[in-house]
């Protein structure tokens, strides 16, 4: 099974709609993110979060919500969906300090989305 | 200007060449610094960390210049499983916080 999981792996949506996508991890970080990637672009930060109670806004937050509901739990909403944000999301996860030394990002598999 | 620059390429080499790739960051206080590896339509997996020093991984060898505020990604013996999207990532703090990562470059390696 993956560490990092997302839901669904593939969504087309229409413009307007409400949509969650879903994150789970089983590798016990606290630190937890979402991103996008376009072509061109490369991955650029949406939201992340450091804790169950800290969220914090990423360079492209507009648009878009987040709710950590636990620890292994991060979900990412687009509360009315538009074609622009058409894309590869990816979560990903950061171990905190104390627990290790190295400080690698784990991706989820990703869920590529479409707006129509 | 970007936080952090790569060139898009595409490099396509013969396979058995040495390509190296750069990149460059803008905040000097950045202190971590990676190479992921992204395949087509797949997530990217981290390849290596860039230490100070410099650090070899098989036919993979990271540098950090930090004058120049740049580093690099040399592939010697280049396989044609090595095809993929090259990310730099780059992070303040030790890496504990947010990590920026660059657009990546594209090698291709052809038999």
Request: proline share 4%; charged share 20%; net charge positive.
């Amino acid at each position: 099974d993956a560490d990092v999981t997302q839901t669904p792996r593939n969504r087309i949506t229409k413009t307007g709609k409400r949509i969650m996508l879903e994150c789970s991890q089983t590798k016990g970080h606290d630190r937890m993110y979402w991103y996008r990637q376009d072509p061109g672009l490369g991955l650029r930060l949406i939201y992340y979060s450091f804790d169950v109670k800290d969220i914090n806004k990423g360079e492209i937050s507009d648009g878009y919500s987040v709710s950590r509901q636990a620890q292994a739990k991060f979900s990412l909403s687009l509360e009315s969906a538009i074609p622009n944000q058409t894309a590869l999301y990816f979560c990903a996860t950061l171990n905190h300090p104390g627990q290790g030394t190295k400080n690698i990002q784990y991706f989820g598999a990703g869920t590529r989305l479409s707006v129509l | 200007r970007k936080e952090v620059e790569q060139d898009p390429g595409p490099f396509n080499v013969p396979e058995g060449a040495t390509v190296a790739f750069n990149c460059t960051y803008s905040n000097s206080a950045s202190q971590s610094f990676f190479w992921y590896r992204q395949d087509c339509r797949k997530e990217p997996k981290l390849l290596m960390s860039v230490y100070s020093s410099g650090n070899e991984d098989g036919r993979f060898t990271a540098q950090l210049n930090r004058a120049s505020q740049y580093i690099s990604l040399l592939i010697r013996d280049s396989k044609l499983s090595d095809s993929a999207t090259y990310l730099c990532a780059v992070s303040l703090l030790g890496g504990y916080q947010k990590v920026t990562f660059g657009t990546g470059t594209k090698l291709q390696v052809i038999p």
